[in-house]
Structure formats: C-alpha cells, structure tokens
C-alpha cells in the first residue's frame, strides 16, 4: 500500500510525536494529537503495512497502559 507509506513519510513528525506520546504514556498528548489528524489512527506504525501493527498493539508492546487503555475504547 503505498498510499499509507505515503502518508507516513509526508506526516512523520506528527507520526514520531504520536509514538512518543505513547512511549511516555501521555494520553493527553495523545488526544491532542489524534483529535487533529483522527485519520492517523489507522496509519500502521512506521507505514509498515507488512507488520501491521496499530498503535493499540504499540502501545501494549511498550507496555503503556494508560495510552493502550484509551486506544482501546
């Protein structure tokens, strides 16, 4: 899918303050973030369509259970 690597390497800078909103466990950085680019939310981490991987999955690799618990609901 080369759209979703498109939209990841055009938007990486709000994709890397998404990511370490996560790996701080900071839901309201988060919310922030996602209330602006809603879209993102379905952006595979890294673009990488192969792995898949949501930011749900991001979060509980990292163990954040704050930021997993948001995602999820």
């Given amino acids: 899918m080369d759209n ?12 890397y ?7 701080k466990d900071d839901v309201e950085l988060l919310d922030n973030l996602l209330v ?3 879209k ?7 673009g990488d369509t ?3 991987d949501s930011l749900l999955h ?7 259970k704050n930021t997993f618990f948001y ?3």
């Avoid at 993102?40 to 890294?46: E, H, L, R, S």
Wanted: charged residues 20%; contains cysteine.
């Fill in 4 to 15: 979703i690597q498109n939209i990841f390497d055009e938007n990486a800078e709000i994709f």
């Fill in 17 to 23: 303050k998404i990511y370490d909103s996560i790996r």
């Fill in 36 to 38: 602006k680019h809603p």
């Fill in 40 to 46: 993102f939310i379905g952006v595979p981490v890294y």
């Fill in 50 to 52: 192969e792995s898949n």
């Fill in 58 to 64: 991001y979060a509980a690799t990292c163990g954040k």
């Fill in 71 to 73: 995602l999820y609901l």
